[in-house]
């Protein structure tokens, strides 16, 4: 554990910080000046039950101050915090079963009391698969999925794909769902990011798929283009494995498209037939 000052504004205390990580504290222990503002509440489940164990997040907008604090005996909680906007998520310990909302509070020099931080009951469940544009399973890419409920935005327990690429995610039929997938492994996994996905719910169970397709590092290329009859135009499209969009038009702009093909992996070109009629063509990593 290491322990060092911080000097910024009007702020002075001490830190206690589990690495020198730049641009994150996760700041457990520090002592404003204005010490004595709060925010305080009861974690509790829909039937106004109170939630021991639970730990809550207050995080200061646009700062990298982070306080912790687990619920106590009938979910009571109490954060210190000082003047600014605050943001309470659940970090750990989230029972089975249950949705947790993100609260906002623009702190102004007063305490906040009385919080109801109201965890909701899952009755449904989207399940899907992750998968390639060939068709093999992606495995250990994170799905995430939130809604609004009652004004409030809630998520849901995340969810990593298994070895077959598939997972499935609790959810309440009391709102539409957006899944989506954790863009930050695609992408270090070499893939584009797919589009969200939203569901249907109405049956209790709704089924989203993540069709990933690879990012196109290098320019695509045309090469040996050529008529092959009075219709048709001709070409090999070089380019990485993935899918491209042939676009065309009648001058270098504006292009339109005209036709969409596959590079597989392990291949580094295509062969093209498209129709004649334009007179310029291009080629673009598909959703770049």
């Known amino acids: 554990m290491f322990l060092f000052f911080l000097l910024l504004g009007n702020l ?19 002592v404003p000046r204005n010490a004595g503002i709060t925010l305080s509440g009861r974690v509790i489940d829909e039937s106004g039950a109170g939630l021991s164990g639970v730990q809550l997040t207050a995080y200061l907008s646009a700062s990298p101050t982070f306080r912790d604090v687990v619920s106590g005996a009938n979910g009571v909680f109490t954060i210190p915090v000082f003047s600014g906007t605050w943001f309470i998520d659940v970090t750990a310990n989230l029972p089975e079963n249950k949705l947790w909302p993100k609260h906002v509070f623009d702190v102004a020099g007063t305490s906040v009391s009385n919080i109801q931080y109201k965890l909701l009951n899952t009755d449904a469940s989207i399940s899907g698969i992750v998968k390639t544009w060939t068709g093999e399973a992606v495995s250990g890419v994170e799905i995430w999925s939130r809604t609004i409920i009652d004004g409030l935005p809630y998520s849901a327990p995340a969810r990593r794909s298994n070895a077959g690429g598939e997972f499935n995610v609790p959810v309440s039929r009391r709102a539409s769902w957006a899944l989506g997938a954790n863009c930050g492994q695609l992408i270090q996994m070499g893939y584009l ?50 899918k491209y969009i042939i676009q065309g038009g009648p001058t270098p702009g504006p292009f339109g498209p005209v036709s969409e093909v596959t590079i597989f992996p392990g291949q580094t070109s295509v062969q093209v037939s498209v129709n004649a009629g334009y007179h310029f063509f291009r080629a673009m990593g598909a959703l770049e």
Do not use: K, M, W
Not at 12 to 30: E, K
């Open 12 to 30: 002075a205390g001490l830190i206690a910080s589990d690495s020198f990580s730049p641009g994150l504290v996760r700041a457990t222990d520090i």
């Open 193 to 242: 990011c797919p589009n969200l996905q939203a569901p249907d719910i109405s049956t209790n169970a709704g089924y989203a798929e993540f069709v990933v397709i690879p990012r196109v590092i290098h320019s695509p290329r045309i090469i040996t283009p050529r008529f092959t009859d009075t219709s048709t135009f001709s070409f090999t499209l070089e380019g990485d494995a993935g």
